[in-house]
């Protein structure tokens, strides 16, 4: 019986959180005794893209310039020695779609020893979906940022470079902050379910949204049940950006999972999948 917490980050998105402070022994040895303590026995990193300078040479958006201070080979080098030190860690790495740049993504992610990549929809275009700074509905009505957003992460999901899709409907991380779109949800969820259900890829359960004014798990019970239906392996996550947050509301995770009929997880190594029945 396994649960897993793939999508965590060593260090919180504030400003300031520089990798010496975080990528320490003894900070990842508080996230594993935390994992222990909450049942997961399959742990992995997977820090944001847009925090390693060699993210650069896929885009040059403002905010990846602003926080692109660290080395990739530098992370993956300091999760390889906690891994080689007895840590039972799994190296992964949160990549963001960027349409056209699928070859630049990809080099990013060759020969480097990932044992698994998430792949995130922050952006459609230039604008955010969950960062006020670049706010993507200062220019555009709900329906068109709805649409972009899963037209995006339906070319997400037919890229091929990810083993994850990462919170599959973020773009309702704000609630009720801001204005609903005009359709029926469903509307919108049809429009990546295609090439979803085409991939050969996982979807991301994650209890972050219940942290944010969404109040909600990622995916909501409708899309998860259409990817279930779709006969997608499920991958269960916090996003958690401390130690306290590994594992949070799991009990609700693991509920929402049963009822939708989901009894498998999936695991990783190497890029490669398994499923595990779901502790």
């Not at 400003?15 to 005794?33: D, H, I, K, L």
């Not at 403002?62 to 926080?67: I, K, M, S």
């Not at 963001?96 to 459609?124: C, K, M, N, T, W």
């Not at 972050?208 to 990622?218: D, F, H, S, V």
Request: charged share 25%; hydrophobic share 40%; glycine share 6%.
């Amino acid at each position: 019986m396994t649960l897993t917490d793939y999508h965590t980050h060593l260090r919180p998105d504030e400003p300031g959180t520089e990798a010496s402070e975080y990528f320490t022994e003894r900070n990842v040895a508080r996230y594993v005794e935390r994992a222990h303590e909450s049942g997961i026995s399959e742990l992995g990193f997977a820090e944001h893209v847009h925090r390693f300078r060699e993210s650069l040479e896929v885009w040059r958006h403002p905010f990846w310039v602003e926080n692109a201070v660290d080395s990739l080979d530098g992370y993956v080098e300091f999760v390889l020695s906690m891994r080689d030190a007895g840590y039972p860690v799994k190296l992964g790495l949160e990549l963001d779609y960027v349409p056209g740049r699928e070859e630049q993504l990809a080099a990013l992610l060759d020969e480097r020893p990932f044992d698994y990549v998430i792949g995130s929809v922050h952006f459609i275009a230039d604008r955010a979906v969950d960062h006020e700074g670049y706010d993507a509905w200062r220019r555009s009505d709900p329906d068109e940022v709805w649409r972009e957003y899963f037209e995006t992460l339906a070319a997400a999901a037919a890229s091929g470079l990810f083993d994850v899709l990462a919170h599959p409907d973020l773009v309702k991380v704000w609630g009720a902050g801001r204005p609903a779109p005009p359709l029926p949800l469903s509307t919108y969820y049809q429009l990546a379910m295609p090439e979803i259900e085409a991939a050969d890829v996982a979807v991301e359960v994650s209890t972050a949204g219940l942290r944010k004014p969404a109040g909600e798990i990622y995916p909501a019970p409708e899309l998860l049940a259409r990817c279930v239906a779709a006969g997608k392996p499920v991958a269960l996550s916090s996003d958690a950006h401390a130690p306290e947050q590994l594992g949070y509301r799991y009990g609700d995770a693991v509920e929402l999972l049963r009822a939708a009929g989901v009894e498998r997880i999936a695991v990783f190594e190497r890029r490669i999948r398994r499923l595990e029945p779901l502790g």
